[in-house]
């Protein structure tokens, strides 16, 4: 389950009154490996549509009424998601009021919290041809190395489906060739001398026999 942000100024009455009226929405997706890329797209797509026609249900109340959910039972979480997904696709580059000389103009300014409220949040910004993205996450769970390969991860999975959108996820090679042979060989050098008159337990013996402080 991924988590969303909708606007929620589904009626006429609220565009112009100032207020955050954004509401939380829960997104289902069960992909496997077995079905196409543009199936799964397919499948995505209907389910985001039909949670936005109905965007203005509280997300509490969801919860309240969802008997296998509970705060109680989720320590330290107030959703049943952890990952969130923003598509910012609006115009949000400065902002105005008044006329002529008195006209006063605001811009947008993109600082830096350091805080994550989930324990992973891409975001997407669109602008014209050109989509940017943003990943925040939890240091406490993942070290920024991790969060590197990770992008690359995704980086390569988009590559491949903008080329084949007919590709069976299963198919999806997302590991690059250089940590493909350090998984494959690297790893696996695992071959060393050892005396063949000698039993593995007889080893394992005056190993621990040098050692006996180490943990086994």
């Not at 400065?94 to 103009?105: L, P, Q």
């Not at 903008?162 to 494959?184: A, M, N, T, Y």
Request: glycine letters at 8%; a negative charge; aromatic letters at 12%.
């Amino acid at each position: 389950t991924v988590g969303t942000i909708a606007a929620d100024r589904g009626y006429v009455a609220l565009e112009p009154i100032i207020g955050v009226f954004i509401n939380t929405l829960a997104l289902r997706c069960k992909p496997n490996g077995g079905i196409k890329f543009q199936d799964l797209l397919a499948s995505v797509r209907k389910t985001v549509m039909e949670a936005f026609k109905n965007q203005s249900y509280p997300i509490e109340k969801l919860l309240r009424n969802w008997p296998s959910w509970s705060s109680a039972g989720n320590p330290g979480r107030n959703l049943p998601f952890e990952t969130l997904f923003i598509m910012q696709n609006m115009d949000i580059g400065g902002f105005g009021t008044g006329d002529g000389a008195e006209r006063v103009r605001w811009n947008l300014e993109q600082f830096d919290v350091k805080l994550a409220d989930m324990d992973f949040t891409l975001e997407a910004t669109e602008t014209g041809p050109v989509i940017d993205f943003v990943l925040e996450y939890d240091a406490g769970l993942f070290e920024r190395a991790r969060m590197v390969k990770f992008a690359g991860y995704f980086i390569r999975v988009m590559e491949k489906v903008v080329r084949f959108p007919g590709i069976v996820l299963g198919e999806i090679d997302i590991v690059s060739d250089e940590e493909k042979w350090q998984l494959l060989e690297e790893f696996n050098d695992t071959c060393r001398e050892f005396p063949l008159d000698k039993t593995f337990h007889r080893l394992f013996e005056e190993q621990a026999g040098r050692f006996p402080d180490r943990t086994a």
